[in-house]
């Protein structure tokens, strides 16, 4: 009898973890991501630590960019499908970050210091008269962004999460821009680079996503579904839309926050 248990059990797990297509492709994709990212924020972290400059603003700084690189090491373990509806993850690593509210609760943190790390790279190199403008500018954006997010995992539109890339968007075409007058070449390169990612990628993403959801009239997620595991699906047609933005996002974003860092080192403008 115990073992007929354990037969059914072995059985039923394969059953509910059977490959879909595409499946190699992904779980190769899902190993070596947190790999990849926690090495990238180590890398950054090694390097933040050693930057000479020690002003006010740039001790403010730092622990802007420890926090948004190990949000990203933390979440690039155990990846959500955004654009899937319900959310979906590759497999299950233990209940503590499967969640869409826990993996929120880190994201919130990390994204809300690259805002304000953001703001404080406008800020620091603004003309006398600008520096208010800005801070309110990119707080107003950060502040819409992040609620916008919440909106979307709470009660399980796209439509919201489609307004929070557009809100990033605006954010990191400015920093670009303000990167281009100043004459910071990779600046320029990793938000103008991310601006026009979230252009092609992930407003489009979310847009179908709310489309799609819609016309099947399941768009709507109960708030306890956000609370608990997605179920597990590890088809590539699952994960094909995410897979290009989550590895940006968790690769390179750390060296993002730490050009920004690195600049605003460079400045003597006090907080």
């Known amino acids: ?4 248990g354990a037969a059914s059990f072995v059985m039923a797990a394969r059953t509910s973890s059977k490959a879909g297509p595409g499946s190699s492709v992904v779980h190769m994709w899902h190993d070596s991501l947190g790999f990849l990212s926690t090495s990238q924020a ?3 972290a090694a390097k933040a630590l050693r930057t000479e400059s020690r002003t006010e603003l740039t001790q403010f ?19 959500i499908a955004w654009a899937a509806r319900p959310y979906k993850i590759v497999r299950c690593r233990g209940r503590g970050m499967s969640s869409p509210i826990a993996d929120q609760c880190v994201s919130h943190l990390g994204e809300s210091a690259m805002g304000v790390l953001m ?9 006398k008269d600008e520096p208010r403008l800005y801070l309110w500018l990119s707080v107003l954006i950060a502040a819409v962004a992040r609620a916008a997010c919440w909106c979307g995992v709470v009660n399980g539109y796209a439509a919201p999460h489609a307004a929070e890339e557009a809100c990033w968007t605006a954010a990191a075409s400015t920093v670009a821009i303000r990167g281009r007058t100043l004459g910071h070449a990779e600046i320029t390169v990793f938000f103008g680079c991310w601006a026009l990612c979230l252009v092609v990628v992930d407003v489009p993403m979310y847009v179908r996503a709310a489309l799609e959801n819609a016309k099947r009239g399941d768009c709507k997620v109960a708030i306890l579904k956000s609370l608990t595991r997605p179920p597990v699906d590890d ?3 699952t994960w094909k839309d995410d897979m ?22 460079e400045t003597p403008w006090l907080l």
Do not use: E, H, K
């Open 42 to 44: 180590l890398c950054v």
């Open 61 to 79: 700084a730092l622990p802007l960019v420890l926090l948004f690189s190990a949000s990203t090491a933390i979440r690039s373990w155990n990846p």
């Open 119 to 127: 703001c404080c790279y406008t800020v620091a190199t603004a003309d």
């Open 1 to 4: 009898m115990t073992r007929l």
């Open 235 to 237: 088809s590539y047609d």
């Open 244 to 265: 290009p933005w989550l590895t940006l996002y968790f690769v390179l974003g750390p060296w993002a926050a730490l050009v920004l860092y690195q600049r605003i080192a």
